[in-house]
């Protein structure tokens, strides 16, 4: 993986997506290019700190359309991120199910962009554009828990499966609409399954990108989320789950 750096930290560890997108690139690279992404499975074990980090990827199986691959991201031989992917080509099929349309939401270009506050927003979202279109605001102390927006990464570089997972991580948990104040919010796990393969080449950074993301239930310290995530042309690419651990009774 390298030597995380610490503008791609939140807080005491570094940026979830970061880490699962350099994982999921070097379990790519133990499969056939024709086999996608296709799940992947994410436990955040422990904090994974500025500095040195290695990652080790076991071969699971191989069958005839589907790869199982696990990767372990470790800093100081210690895991930090575990994750099981299954990647798999395209086989043909005889149902269809139209995935669930993007929802209606005011263009990114008519909304205001979501200012880097050193200090006070997460170092890593520096790399990243976004704009809220959210009925709920962060800390409103909001009766529901949703995030909903757009997003491009500010680099120029395409955009392939594995740096979509660092979009998708990018936002906050939805429960952050009803908390009244900053507090502590850590992933737990995290399950992505992608419903369609980017094109050739990728997509063209400066593409936005739509997150929507419920909790379907908060209670006992815990927020379970599900999100989906359109590409720029409009597809569904990506419906998660997630279990956030969140820190207000302190």
């Not at 086999?35 to 500025?50: G, H, I, T, W």
């Not at 506050?117 to 409103?140: D, N």
Request: aromatic share 10%; hydrophobic share 45%.
């Amino acid at each position: 993986m390298g030597e995380i750096s610490e503008d791609w930290c939140q807080g005491r560890t570094a940026f979830g997506g970061l880490t699962v997108t350099a994982a999921v690139r070097a379990m790519q690279a133990q499969v056939e290019a024709a086999r996608c992404l296709r799940s992947v499975m994410v436990n955040f074990v422990a904090p994974l700190a500025v500095g040195p980090a290695r990652i080790e990827v076991i071969h699971l199986r191989q069958g005839g359309s589907l790869s199982f691959e696990e990767a372990r991201v470790y800093q100081d031989e210690r895991v930090c991120t575990l994750l099981t992917a299954a990647f798999g080509l395209e086989r043909p099929t005889q149902i269809q199910l139209s995935p669930a349309l993007r929802p209606a939401a005011t263009p990114p270009d008519q909304l205001e962009s979501i200012p880097y506050l050193p200090g006070i927003t997460p170092a890593f979202s520096q790399h990243f554009e976004y704009r809220w279109t959210s009925p709920v605001a962060p800390y409103s102390a909001a009766d529901a828990a949703r995030v909903q927006g757009w997003i491009r990464a500010r680099d120029t570089a395409a955009i392939d499966i594995a740096s979509v997972m660092s979009l998708v991580d990018a936002w906050p948990p939805s429960v952050i609409s009803m908390l009244d104040r900053p507090r502590p919010l850590s992933t737990v796990t995290w399950q992505a399954n992608i419903m369609a393969a980017p094109p050739a080449g990728g997509y063209p950074s400066q593409g936005w990108w739509f997150f929507d993301s419920q909790a379907q239930g908060v209670g006992a310290g815990y927020s379970g989320e599900q999100s989906q995530f359109w590409a720029p042309d409009g597809r569904l690419l990506v419906s998660s789950q997630q279990l956030v651990a969140e820190f207000s009774g302190k």
